[in-house]
């Protein structure tokens, strides 16, 4: 656990990490697509920055911003290895950690709204750790290339080709477009009325014809496929093979919102067994692709 902020003492060491905790929070979110890995870091950040600051002979941080986010970015880096290592092990399809917002937690979502989205952050899996470190500090929190050279110990040129890697990298396989919020909205709420209430009509009519279901199960959740499913038509097949089987009343569907996506949130009697993420087409409301994640040890945090 991170430190809770001193009041009693004002204690300066503390309130600059916290002061800095979102922004740092984000930053190896979004390198690493895990939670639980993120706050494993963020935690080898505070100890970093407490003891640097318990040895009597270190020199001053001139720049406490620039010092936090070098060793949170380096212990991302650190942790992409292991990261990786699961996932070659990992049953199915393997889609980040979602970071479901509290249905009252505005402040919250507010404070991470940085965070990418699904659809990007699958994308981001298939760069290098440098070129996704540099991505994401760029791309997603502004960062100058000096900066991030700085950062990553490496030369401003060297960072610059890393970054125009990446970003060709990226607009190869993700168009960058943001879907009108309210229409995302409703895509997503008529997709989970028609799934999982058996409507085949109103299902094929969401969905583009090239449309991609990934299900990411672990091997202990449910998961509809351990390969990504394409094409409307055996998509469609799919969901009304699951609707068919699904009791009367069975399930109960919350809204809430993954980073900058609205999600569904499905329940059954014993807590959530699923969040659904649906992307849209760049060029119109129809779903380009769908992550289903229902693997248990992704959904605690979704108990909201």
């Known amino acids: 656990m991170t430190p809770a902020p001193s009041h009693a003492t004002g204690d ?29 870091a963020l935690q080898e950040v505070w100890l970093a920055w407490s003891a640097r600051h318990r040895t009597p002979d270190a020199a001053p941080v001139e720049n406490p911003r620039a010092y936090l986010l070098r060793t949170a970015v380096n212990q991302a880096l650190a942790r992409r290895a292991e990261v990786t290592r699961r996932q070659e ?14 249905e009252d937690d505005v402040a919250g979502a507010a404070e991470r709204a940085e965070s990418l ?14 070129e996704r470190a540099v991505f994401v500090l760029h791309e ?17 040129a060297a960072v610059r080709q890393l970054a125009a890697r990446a970003r060709r990298h990226v607009q190869a396989r993700r168009p960058r477009h943001r879907p009108a919020p309210d229409v995302h909205t409703q895509v ?60 009367a009343g069975a399930l109960d569907i919350h809204y809430r919102r993954v980073a900058g996506d609205p999600c569904a949130l499905v329940f059954s009697a014993d807590g959530p067994i699923a969040v ?15 992550y289903s994640i229902t693997n248990p040890d992704k959904l605690p945090r979704a108990q909201c």
């Open 188 to 247: 997503t709420e008529r997709f989970a009325a028609a799934a999982l209430g058996g409507d085949l009509r109103a299902l094929l009519e969401l969905l583009a014809p090239d449309v991609t279901l990934w299900t990411d199960g672990g091997g202990k959740g449910p998961a509809t496929s351990l390969r990504p499913v394409h094409g409307r038509d055996r998509v469609a097949s799919l969901f009304m093979s699951v609707a068919a089987a699904l009791p």
């Open 89 to 102: 092990t990992y049953v199915g399809p393997w889609l980040p950690e979602p970071l479901v917002a509290a």
């Open 12 to 40: 300066i060491v503390t309130e600059q990490f916290l002061g800095h905790r979102e922004l740092l929070f984000s930053v190896i979110y979004n390198m690493l697509g895990s939670l639980a890995d993120t706050e494993d």
């Open 276 to 290: 659904v993420i649906v992307d849209l087409a760049p060029d119109g409301d129809r779903i380009a692709g769908i």
């Open 140 to 156: 997603v929190f502004g960062f100058g290339h000096p900066e991030i050279a700085g950062i990553l110990g490496r030369s401003p």
């Open 117 to 130: 989205s699904m659809a990007m952050l699958v994308v981001l899996e298939t760069l290098s750790p440098l």
